[in-house]
């Protein structure tokens, strides 16, 4: 079974993933008349697990809505001790090195796994743990925001797999490490 | 006579021009045995008129080759004093405020006006004064460098007007200021 790290986020055109006050409005700047889930669920569905970080993760946790995540969510945490009890049933504490997390989860049976947040995002790329790596791009300038991406030790080579466009407005493209 | 600013620039997937060491090679990273100008004939026969800042003037002058430019080149720099004898036929000074030196060079009939250089695109982009945007995002993550984007003091939506492949690697994007 092929065993991949695939991370799916959106930017602006600037390369941010939130903006200066950490808002994700403009996300919504192309009107979405059919609800276009630009290729989430595609997505999702060859998901095995998800790893955040303890900021998404408790940002999902502070969401007026259910619970999104139908797939097991490892938050990925150095600092917090355990997970409250109110979300004890959707995620399970991980922490030590990104290579043995890894290990431990494809071990586990879990062999695709969606990397999510920013920090998490950049903390895979830097040990280049990413193997897949889908961005929509949101035609706006934030012209400040947290970064996508952050300095890393070497240059890593990706090939482009698919370059789609949604609403007319919003391109992704797919790319994968190149081995 | 529609009057525009335009930028026509290759980035990383991380969002920079030239890498840790200034460097370029990367952008040769895709082959091309075609020689494929990824759509730069089609650009720059709709350019009046070419501004880069005195760092970009400087890279080319010392290029080992031919002055690559037949359009009038004008070189934004308040430090400089003058254009150095040996080009003093390929480009002229200016200097003072973007809006000023666009004006003037829409009165002397340049209107489509190619806006080349790191430093030079982030400043008239401060200024909110690109209409056109053409990104060629090369697959590679360098991981550092020079980058396309600086902080701005407010948000610029843009429109897609057109996403190009070349070489089955290269996406390209357009992007224009909506009005």
């Known amino acids: 079974?092929?065993?991949?790290?695939?991370?799916?986020?959106?930017?602006?055109?600037?390369?941010?993933?939130?903006?200066?006050n950490g808002g994700l409005?403009?996300?919504?700047?192309?009107?979405?008349?059919?609800?276009?889930?630009?290729?989430?669920?595609?997505?999702?569905?060859q998901i095995d697990a998800i790893i955040m970080g303890r900021n998404t993760f408790e940002t999902v946790c502070g969401f007026d809505c259910e619970w999104p995540y139908t797939l097991p969510v490892f938050v990925l945490s150095?600092?917090?001790?355990?997970?409250?009890?109110?979300h004890k049933d959707k995620a399970e504490l991980v922490n030590g090195?990104?290579?043995d997390i890894k290990r431990n989860l494809n071990n586990n049976g879990f062999n695709r796994i969606y990397i999510d947040g920013g920090k998490t995002v950049q903390n895979f790329l830097k040990e280049d743990l990413v193997d897949d790596l889908i961005i929509t791009t949101i035609p706006?300038?934030?012209?400040?925001?947290?970064?996508?991406?952050?300095?890393?030790?070497?240059?890593?080579?990706?090939?482009?797999?698919?370059?789609?466009?949604?609403?007319?407005?919003?391109v992704q493209n797919h790319y994968r490490r190149k081995v």
Chains 1, 2 share one sequence.
Do not use: C, H
Not at 1 to 19: C, E, H, P, T
Not at 78 to 86: A, F, G, H
């Open 1 to 20: 079974m092929d065993k991949r790290n695939l991370v799916y986020i959106a930017q602006s055109i600037d390369g941010f993933i939130a903006d200066k």
């Open 25 to 45: 409005d403009w996300l919504q700047t192309v009107p979405n008349p059919d609800n276009s889930d630009m290729g989430y669920y595609n997505f999702i569905k």
């Open 78 to 86: 150095n600092s917090l001790k355990s997970i409250p009890d109110s």
């Open 97 to 99: 090195s990104l290579k």
């Open 140 to 170: 706006v300038i934030l012209g400040g925001g947290y970064p996508l991406f952050a300095e890393l030790p070497k240059t890593i080579e990706f090939e482009l797999i698919k370059s789609e466009l949604f609403l007319n407005q919003i």
